[in-house]
């Protein structure tokens, strides 16, 4: 039947009414398209679908419910035999979500989906041309080469068909590759002629297969002639801003609209609002601007693709479905209270990841949850009831698109009174760009009051044998560290099982006798006597301000001169607590959240490789900040610094900046710190308990790979013991009070002459020879080296400068405890320096020998 196209509850009456489009065919069609304009030499309008999920926001369980329907229909169509034999593509951007459903539906069925992002090295399967569309090319890149080859059927889904070209791209290129006997072609809607439907039907003779149609409505589009000059001249007009009949004008890009049926819109019917945008683009690197956004770690399931890019089986449709619910519930729990409508926003081809986290959310949830996606395709935005785009988002790329940069855009977002807005990308996209004062992240923040990210974890197929095997995702709390997951990602394996405990007399007899290097085993982890705890605590309240201060200093620092939207990378573990405080601190002054992973580096080792490479590959290495708690004579900062020099000349990788942000820098090795002061750090006293229950790092041949992350262990049995977020919420309470003295500091830091003079490492030098130890690295520097020593290590004593107070308290009680002398030194450049036993053998634990148990 004909559909009457004057109906104002139709939200294609706008374009119809001024077009004279006619829509025929079933009476579920209004229902499912709406029509809008855009900029295009081909078709200036736009079949708007309100159950794809894709422009308008949508129910999730609706826009699943209609895809897996269709795969049903699928199967019953094949029979059992048949659907088991079959292979699902779906078409990239729009129909990447519909195409997993309707493999779903089939429920036996691998998925693929063409893509537009290729991958170097990767040769494709497949490729073809897309007519109508603002982006053509689609490439076909199953990581099993063997997933198109069968000669089972293959099932092809679009959201509509409207004149067919894509559909007969797709199987001439494909039959000629792999021939086979059956196709099944399936879309939510089949809006061709008669004549393009009789197209598909001389393909199927041509080549000598059968090809079937499901789709969910059927109908045409009847145009008029010069509907394609009409619809350009309405669009130009529109964003030339010239008015007509009372509509004020909008340009395509680079604003929103503002607009939804949901809430009042002061002006004329079919007005073309422009809104606020969100912050602009100064170029002026000196503050994070970005809105405040809540990262939500989901824990998606390792080595679990995302989507159907390079192929998602009915194994991998296992293991999702397993791992839904909790996802979910993290999700659940993020959202913000109290908020009544919910949307989860996807990715351009990132489409069926956040739908289903999505459609598991909503019966969780009192909100009203809706599901839709960016895409790249333009499309005109008019405050009108009967026009299908009501608003407009404009915002870059910002996944480094291999056709080069250009606009986004999220539809119908903006005014529809949104609570709360879930962003997820995959970690290709969570780019500098994302974050940036003109990103996606910032235009949402303009216009909806909670912003929270979730990225999904890219799949990266393995290209050959010789390829690097993909790294895992950062581990984070509370399975891995007694931190929240968003203080920290550990990029590090888990060794919890593996013994590598040994006594400390036989670390440092291994160590000092060449036979092993001190990252190979751990020292024993002690749970501190009482008294010893007392200290800290009292330490802790005593220097809680002083703190809190250089971490205000060093972070302020770090945003002014390295980088404004850092992504602190701490070298665990030491570096690791101040590493949450900066990130805290931009948290607490700006709203941001700044990425911060924990990284490992051994002396004489190196950094971590495979951790630079993982950072490389997901963030701008220039944005890359080094985070450690103090410096003692400079060691580490030369190692990490030739290190980093090793891997960009060896990766062909450029940008990091080896120099260390420190709390503390006593030897006056960097430029970037909080003060230069040698004091007591409280995290300092303790291990483990004190940075997450975390060990130090390990690096052992047999139990790191080549391409492994270097490893470490989570003492979950130390749990009792654990003062890690204690010691953090106690820094950071005192933020507020520490702002004026932080903003003093750094403006006379800002003035002062910052070279390192490395007059630590000459102090050492000289210590080393006067006292007769001649090996630098038995000479630790500083409070917190000394207490390292102490806790760690075989000490033979310790240099305390004379008159030092109450930030020795705790190395004199260690001191007194392991039976080592304390020796007051009149010239010293550090509050302390602890000594190494430079002729160690087995049992010589201090002065009197003594064994005692911290």
Known sequence: MNIAVNNGDWSGSWVAERLGVELEGDDGLRALLGLALRRNPKRAHLLVSNVLGKHVPQSPAVVYGHGFALGRRVRDLLGETEAGRSVVVGYAETATGLGHSVADGIGLAPYLHSTRRPVPGMTPAGGFEESHSHATSHLLLPEDPALLSGDGPLVLVDDEFSTGNTILNTIRDLHARYPRKRYVVVALVDMRSPADAGRLDGLADEIGARVDLV??????????????????????????????????????????????????????????????????????????????????????????????????????????????????????????????????????????????????????????????????????????????????????????????????????????GFDAVVVFVDSAGDTPELHAPEGLLARLGAHVPHVLLAVVPSYVPALTEESPAMLPEPLRGPAFSSYPPEDVGWLLQDLSEVTLEAPTEEREEAIQSGGAHYAESLPVEYQPSERYQALFHAALETSAARIAQAVGVVTETVLAERSARPVLVSLARAGTPVGVLMRRWAQFRYGAELPHYAVSIVRGRGIDANALRWLAARHDPRDVVFVDGWTGKGAITRELAEAVAEFEEREGVSGFDPEIAVLADPGSCVRTYGTREDFLIPSACLNSTVSGLISRTVLRADLVGPDDFHGAKFYR?????????????????????????????????????????WEGWAAVERISEEYGIHDVNLVKPGVGETTRVLLRRVPWKILARAGAGA???HVRLLAEQRGVPVEEVGELPYTCVGLIHPRFTRGATGADGRAVNL
């Open 215 to 416: 789709a969910g409505a059927s109908g045409t589009v009847k145009l008029p002639d010069g509907v394609l000059e009409k619809g350009q001249e309405l669009v130009a007009r529109y964003e030339e801003g010239a008015a007509a009949g009372g509509v004020s004008a909008a340009p395509l890009a680079g604003v929103a609209v503002e607009a939804d049926d949901r809430s009042p819109h002061p002006g004329a019917r079919g007005t073309a609002r422009t809104a606020p945008t969100g912050p602009r683009a100064t170029g002026d690197r000196t503050a994070p601007t970005a809105p405040h956004v809540t990262g939500v770690d989901l824990h998606w399931p390792h080595g679990l693709p995302d989507g159907g890019r390079h192929g998602f089986t009915p194994a991998h449709r296992i293991r999702l479905e397993t791992a839904l619910p909790a996802m979910a519930a993290r999700l659940a729990e993020a959202l913000p209270l109290g908020a009544r409508r919910v949307l989860a926003l996807g990715f351009e081809e990132l489409m069926y990841a956040p739908l289903r986290v999505a459609r598991e959310l909503e019966p969780l949830v009192a909100a009203e949850v809706r599901y839709s996606t960016t895409t790249r395709s333009p499309v005109l935005a008019v405050d009108d009831p009967g026009y299908a785009i009501r608003s407009r988002l404009v915002f870059p790329a910002h996944d480094d698109p291999a056709d080069g940069p250009g606009e986004r855009y999220a539809y119908n977002v903006a005014g529809a």
């Open 807 to 809: 930030d020795l308290d």
């Open 717 to 757: 049995e130390l749990a009792g013991a654990d003062v890690s977020v204690a010691f953090l919420d106690a820094i950071a309470a005192r933020f507020g009070e520490v702002v004026d003295a932080v903003d003093a500091a750094v403006k006379e830091l800002a003035a002062a002459d910052r070279t390192p003079t």
